[in-house]
Nanobody, 125 residues
Framework: QVPLVESGGGSVQAGGSLRLSCAAS????????MGWFRQAPTQDREHVAS????????NYADSVKGRFTISRDNAKNTVYLQMNNLKPEDTAVYYC??????????????????WGQGTQVTVSS
């Protein structure tokens, strides 16, 4: 098991920013590719961003390109998602996930082994 704990969610107005953090405890994730997903009510869980184990490769959903940035600090065993220029359609529960066999090109939730509990992001217009 790889316990993942997200933090940093909250409520902001459109155009605002939030930074989500995902900390792994008890086990290092430095060799895992990591991803952020989100799920809005009645919607499927969708890929937002993913990053290679080294941080050298990142990928983003088209809907967040240019606004969101994924990064990681392996010394702190933590992955971040900086979200700028937030829009009401970004409202969702955001989850971080780790994949032991995938890569930053893993866009399907099925490719991820470990998940956090999620953190709510609400963007008002």
């Amino acid at each position: 098991q790889v316990p993942l704990v997200e933090s940093g969610g909250g409520s902001v107005q459109a155009g605002g920013s939030l930074r989500l953090s995902c900390a792994a405890s008890g086990r290092t994730v430095t060799q895992y590719a990591m991803g952020w997903f989100r799920q809005a009510p009645t919607q499927d869980r969708e890929h937002v961003a993913s990053i290679s184990w080294s941080g050298g490769t990142t990928n983003y959903a088209d809907s967040v390109k240019g606004r969101f940035t994924i990064s990681r600090d392996n010394a702190k065993n933590t992955v971040y998602l900086q979200m700028n220029n937030l829009k009401p359609e970004d409202t969702a529960v955001y989850y971080c996930a780790a994949t032991s066999y995938g890569s930053s090109w893993s866009f399907s939730a099925r490719e991820y082994d470990y998940w956090g509990q999620g953190t709510q992001v609400t963007v008002s217009s």
